[in-house]
């Protein structure tokens, strides 16, 4: 295993700082700069978390891309993981974690968030998050169970958890005195010691963010002692996700730029029912359908349907004992290989047989959704196909949330915490967020120093810049990086693949930096720019892997090697 950041920043050389603060811009109005105690990037359930509870001794800015609640938590269908049921254990959790991460986990962090699990529901129970109740007197939350649980454990809030998680924490954000919530503002580039006025700093520290403000369109100084990643992950890096479309890669990006390790990169879980359908690209269709009995099948042949059969058969009993409850790796690489032996353009999800009552009771939203597309899901299957999930891999983090630099932390889906493994669990994701959101509170609280000040920070530089008049360039080449992505580096890997997309990254690098040092930054030049980072690091990550392991699958080496390694990339130590 790797070994993860410590308290201290390593101090090695500054790498390259890849922004536009100049040296000529020091004698520039500092109108642009805002100060707090501590700046977290991300309104997710991991960044207000943390702002919450530091919100008691500091001022904190919570900076959002879009909206406050535009991120991936409220687009979360599924629940959260905890030992709740009468017979469950510890033990069983962290067990059913380390088999679905296909033994890459590191245990200290999965027993440490598994351990905090039951306290971080009812922290959001307290904040009026309305959990399903359990259906006797002796049951507090009705309990579901999805792919790779050995027990009913996840809490939820029908088939909505993610949007009742984001609004509670959300509304106890914007009615805290200390808490600023900041929509419309796209993190650009940490501000580390390469942007302080006068002498560089010995050892490498954060001290804040530039970010475009969508409204004035400005780059803005948001300056701080403290800076919290909870950005998300990157699966908008492929051409087809069930995540919204800010899921860029911003703060994997950012913090390699500034110098920070990352991990486990060629981890990016595809989930297994996406809804297929010619306009509506991202809908996902919950875990929980086939943790509740729904059934995977072909779509029926020309026969079937002549006979007046139009469920099809099913097909996980050709690829795993758990059949449909198999972890999503599993199920999602059966999908691909069905669709690919017989040419198909999707499976189907048939949850029809559990009745219409209890299809509108356990899953209200989905099934509201599906009828304005034209689809019963009480008397119909639903036509599914895999789409990237969730980044497994990103930045390096101790279990205090500590990065490899100082004044940075980080939580949530833009870590790699050593959680999930080559392969996540479901209903963990949330469930990290509230733990790490915890943690990073805790200790940058327990380290406070009041008497230490950020120093002078230098304004963005733009003069030597001008308008693009060529956007063009950027949409196409957001297009090309994405289907090369979604080709060559999805679910199923070889080494002829991997070496294409790796040749086709160098050329969007360079045309991308080329591009970003001539004109003006805007969010989607911003967003390209880490998107083409993420890419970049995926396939070195992927490439440098020569096994089969949980969400990694190449046809070149189909079997597991002897130890499970984490692979860790450098910028200080990586070539270009």
Same mark, same amino acid.
């Given at each position: 295993m790797a070994e993860r950041p410590t308290p201290e920043a390593r101090n090695k050389a500054e790498p390259e700082a890849?922004?536009?603060?100049?040296?000529?811009?020091?004698?520039?109005?500092?109108?642009?700069?805002?100060?707090?105690?501590?700046?977290?990037?991300?309104?997710?359930?991991?960044?207000?978390?943390?702002?919450?509870?530091?919100?008691?001794?500091?001022?904190?800015?919570?900076?959002?891309?879009?909206?406050?609640?535009?991120?991936s938590t409220a687009w979360a269908q599924g629940g959260i993981a905890a030992v709740l049921e009468p017979g469950?254990?510890?033990?069983?959790?962290?067990?059913?974690?380390?088999?679905?991460?296909?033994?890459?986990?590191?245990?200290?962090?999965?027993?440490?968030?598994?351990?905090?699990?039951?306290?971080?529901?009812?922290?959001?129970?307290?904040l009026g998050v309305p959990f399903n109740p359990g259906e006797s007197v002796s049951e507090r939350w009705h309990l579901t169970r999805e792919g790779g649980h050995s027990h009913r454990r996840?809490?939820?809030?029908?088939?909505?958890?993610?949007?009742?998680?984001?609004?509670?924490l959300q509304k106890a954000a914007a009615a805290h005195p200390n808490i600023t919530l900041v929509p419309g503002m796209v993190a650009l580039d940490l501000i580390t010691s390469a942007h302080v006025e006068g002498e560089r700093f010995a050892a490498r520290a954060v001290h804040g963010v530039y970010a475009f403000d969508t409204a004035s369109r400005q780059v803005q100084r948001y300056v701080a002692k403290a800076v919290v990643l909870a950005t998300g992950g990157a699966s908008r890096v492929y051409q087809y996700s069930?995540?919204?479309?800010?899921?860029?890669?911003?703060?994997?990006?950012?913090?390699w730029r500034a110098g920070c390790r990352v991990s486990n990169m060629e981890f990016n879980q595809f989930h297994p029912t996406c809804l297929f359908h010619p306009t509506v690209?991202?809908?996902l269709i919950t875990e929980a359908c086939r943790g509740e009995g729904g059934h995977l099948k072909l779509p029926p042949s020309a026969s079937e349907v002549a006979r007046g059969l139009n469920s099809g058969t099913r097909f996980m009993a050709h690829y795993d004992?758990? +059949?449909?409850?198999?972890?999503?790796?599993?199920?999602?690489?059966? %999908?691909? &290989?069905?669709?690919?032996? $017989? *040419?198909? /353009?999707?499976?189907?999800?048939?949850?029809?047989? +559990?009745?219409?009552?209890?299809?509108?009771?356990?899953?209200?939203? %989905?099934? &509201?959704?599906?009828?304005? $597309? *034209?689809? /019963?899901c009480t008397v119909e299957p639903i036509p599914v196909v895999p789409a990237a999930h969730y980044s497994c891999g990103g930045v390096m983090v101790d279990l205090a949330g500590r990065t490899d630099l100082a004044g940075l932390w980080a939580a949530g889906e833009v870590t790699q915490s050593g959680l999930?493994?080559?392969?996540?669990?479901?209903?963990?994701?949330?469930?990290?967020?509230?733990?790490f959101g915890q943690a990073v509170a805790d200790d940058i609280a327990a380290h406070w120093d009041p008497a230490a000040a950020p120093p002078a920070i230098r304004p963005w530089d733009e003069s030597r810049v001008t308008d693009s008049d060529e956007e063009i360039v950027v949409a196409h080449n957001w297009d090309e990086l994405r289907r090369f992505m979604w080709d060559y580096v999805g679910i199923v890997r070889t080494d002829k693949r991997l070496e294409r997309a790796a040749h086709r990254v160098k050329l969007l690098r360079k045309e991308v930096a080329d591009y970003y040092g001539n004109f003006r930054v805007t969010p989607d030049l911003i967003e390209l720019r880490?998107?083409?980072?993420?890419?970049d690091l995926i396939v070195r990550s992927a490439r440098a892997r020569k096994e089969s392991r949980g969400l990694h699958y190449t046809t070149d080496y189909p079997r597991l090697t002897a130890v499970a390694q984490d692979t860790v990339l450098d910028p200080v130590t990586t070539r270009n």
């Open positions: 890849h922004n536009k603060a100049a040296p000529e811009a020091r004698n520039k109005a500092p109108a642009d700069a805002r100060s707090f105690d501590i700046v977290i990037i991300g309104s997710g359930a991991a960044g207000l978390t943390a702002a919450l509870n530091l919100a008691e001794r500091f001022t904190v800015a919570v900076l959002a891309k879009g909206d406050v609640s535009a991120g469950d254990t510890y033990e069983s959790h962290i067990d059913d974690t380390m088999v679905a991460g296909a033994g890459l986990n590191h245990r200290a962090t999965v027993e440490f968030v598994v351990e905090n699990a039951a306290h971080a529901i009812d922290r959001l129970a307290d996840i809490v939820h809030v029908d088939d909505a958890t993610g949007w009742a998680v984001q609004q509670a069930t995540n919204p479309d800010g899921s860029t890669g911003d703060g994997i990006a950012m913090a690209k991202n809908f004992d758990r +059949l449909e409850l198999a972890p999503r790796d599993v199920v999602a690489r059966a %999908i691909d &290989a069905e669709m690919k032996r $017989l *040419g198909l /353009d999707h499976v189907l999800l048939d949850i029809s047989h +559990l009745g219409a009552d209890f299809v509108t009771q356990h899953f209200p939203m %989905i099934h &509201a959704r599906l009828l304005e $597309l *034209g689809i /019963d999930h493994g080559a392969n996540r669990l479901a209903s963990n994701s949330i469930l990290e967020c509230l733990v880490n998107l083409v980072t993420v890419a």
